[in-house]
């Protein structure tokens, strides 16, 4: 027997009646649309405030064509630079762009598409940083939009046509972009100059344009997936994860979708005939067309694959698992709060982590158990393949992947969609109960986006410049001390460090880099504030009597002090390796 839909009380009416009666229908798009788009223009306000990291460093001199043979053998000559000489390397006018082509072709490990953007910019007239950071505020800006999509063609199908244009009966869309657009974690990356918001944005994207192929089957669509992921692939290596990932979930849609029609209308074989095999080719044609768009860039991995292991033997650092759980929780918290800046990642419980955290999970649950088939396993899917690459390796193997959240950031947005799916239904549900807690969700976590994007707006630094977010503080001490030099060894560190330090140094300050040569150091007169970043046996040898202590809260700063050089700090084990450029 069929059951009887379920009747809204006349005490109790449908919130989308609800909120039709309080504003008019077609206000209400109008009104989430400005606020979605004012707080995704936020990316664009003050993006060139924060410090300028290590990693960034090397953003700008691949984007200028520089080599860093080059720039290492201008910085390391035993010459006494102003801040303003050690500047000039990361100023343009930018060289040729075959030049920024090959400084990208000696770091395969990053693909090319990011950087050949910012170069484009590069050749307007303005800061070679602001053209960097404002490629990734543009891509970031995009962001929302593309969750939207995302969004809408995972349970769009569920829904009334264009049911999206109606906020007030099918929100899920809407709060997606919302909540995406309040973010602080997304502000973060889109106001860095690195891949990482084009990448997020390109992986929502290929998954909303796969999803939409795979329910049209239309070649264009097709056509669109294809252009999309191999996008996608050219900007970051890990997005080969969306291709074992929609395979999976297609072949479940595809299944689910025959599987129920067996006992009326055909067999296995004929279901599997008619509907699994026509989309496998498709997507089989269009994963390949995207491999073989980006089979010379596999192929120069595969030539510098030594270097490859190389400059990504860092991740092979372990962490104790408890600091490895600690930031996880980070990660998650951080999504919908972040008001702490420098040197706070996994210290003690904030306060706000239960408040926003306990909710969010029990979102999560809803969504699992509600959600309907077999449009519900797509974002755990894609949830599980970013963070599982992130989290698994650093459990089985060892290593600090977890340590950066960067590399799980479209797992965290397949977790905020979720949450919208959920945060929709209690806000469309029909106990008033349920409508006002969905209220008071939404509202905290806007409010908490909001006072995070305050909080970063008045930094110098945030926990995201890593191990050289204290370098504008530390360039205050720098800057205080007499007739400072700041001296320099050769590191896989260093020459980040220094000129992410520059920015910041006044003009009386000068930098010293050491020359690799056989013969002993000297050290030039004239000084009496000394400072050292990963100085060698030789540098410290020059520095006597002086001895070299760690500056608080870094492992590569010291500074040079009168007194008996400790036995720890003579040959010290610094909490990193040699970090080659990432």
Known sequence: MRKAPRQTSPREPAPALALEATLPVGLVPWLLGGLILALSLWRLVGFDHLLVWHD????????????????????FNATPLSPA?????????????????????????HPPLYYLLARALMGLPIDPVTAMRGASAGFGVLLPLAAFWLMQEVFGSSQPQNAWQRPASWPAPWLTALLVAASPLYLLYAQEGRQYALWTLLVAAASAAFLRALRTRDNLNWASYATLLALALYTHLLSALLIPLHALYGLLASNWKFGSKLSSQMDWQL????EVRPLARRFALAVG???MLLSPWLVLMIVAADRVDDYTSWMQRPIPLAEMFLAWRDHLTRVFIDIRPVGTTGVGVPPWTALVLVPVGLALGHYLLKAPRPAVWFLPLLALAFIGMVLGPDLLLGGSRSQHPRYALPGL???????????SKMLTGNSTGWRWAGCMLLATLLTAGLWSFAAIGQAESWWNKNFSAGNSA???????????????????????????????LAPHVRIWGEPEIDSPLTIPDGFTGYFALTPSAKLRTALKPLSLRPVPGHWQWFQAQPGTMPSDIRNPTPEHPRRAPS
């Open 85 to 109: 000489d050690a500047l000039a390397l990361l100023q343009g006018p930018a060289d040729t762009w075959a030049a920024t082509l090959t400084a990208l072709m000696r770091h395969p490990e």
């Open 56 to 75: 960034e460093v090397f953003t700008l001199i691949r984007v200028l064509g520089r080599s860093a043979l080059t720039v290492n053998q201008s910085l």
């Open 474 to 504: 530390l360039a205050h001490d720098i800057n205080a001390a007499p007739a400072p030099l700041v001296a320099v060894s050769p590191s896989g560190v260093s020459t980040g460090e220094i000129l992410s330090l520059a920015y910041h």
């Open 289 to 291: 067309a995207a491999i």
């Open 413 to 423: 947005l397949a977790l905020e969609l979720m949450l919208a799916w959920s945060l």
């Open 271 to 274: 279901g599997w005939q008619q």
